[in-house]
């Protein structure tokens, strides 16, 4: 018996950050990726490619946000002889921070749109900043399908795609996955 197919839906985000560290509130551009889906019910995946930033869901508050910086900041701060400096980078902390607060998220998409709690929001936190990066790679269901792609920037400003395997980093993943049952 044949596998009944799974619709998929993937698009991109790009980042450029103007800081080293920078926390983006994404939930309105994956709100839109679920929008142009047109999948009703299933789970849209956001996944931070890049080894040195995370995608995380919490409070859309200032004080929260400090609190993030300052708390991770403590746990694995800046300018220590890490060993992974010996190998000729400097970003040692970056990797620890993003494996602290998570590389990516998974979000229930009810009626068409994020089903997020009364105060949750989507986040992007770039821990080794001030370059270009990508928020996705292309995915399909297997089933003959092609990823769709598409590009925005924390500024809304649209940036040309870059190919998968660029000198770019990757930054996060959207896809989503349609309750084939429904």
Do not use: C
């Not at 992974?84 to 068409?112: F, S, W």
């Not at 270009?132 to 297997?142: A, F, L, N, P, T």
């Amino acid at each position: 018996e044949d596998p009944i197919p799974m619709p998929t839906f993937t698009d991109y985000l790009w980042f450029e950050t103007r800081q080293r560290q920078e926390f983006i509130r994404i939930t309105d551009e994956v709100r839109a990726i679920v929008v142009k889906s047109g999948i009703h019910d299933g789970m849209v995946l956001v996944s931070a490619m890049h080894i040195t930033a995370a995608v995380y869901v919490n409070d859309w508050e200032s004080g929260l946000i400090n609190d993030f910086q300052v708390w991770l900041e403590k746990l694995a701060p800046a300018g220590l002889p890490y060993r992974h400096h010996q190998t000729g980078e400097d970003n040692a902390d970056a990797h620890l921070k993003r494996t602290l607060m998570g590389h990516q998220v998974i979000v229930p998409i009810t009626n068409g749109d994020l089903d997020l709690g009364p105060w949750e929001q989507v986040f992007y936190a770039e821990f080794d900043g001030k370059r270009r990066k990508r928020v996705g790679r292309g995915d399909s269901s297997g089933h003959g399908k092609t990823a769709t792609r598409g590009a925005a920037s924390s500024d809304r400003r649209p940036l040309a795609p870059v190919p998968p395997f660029s000198r770019f980093s990757g930054v996060a993943l959207a896809s989503f996955f349609e309750n084939p049952n429904k």
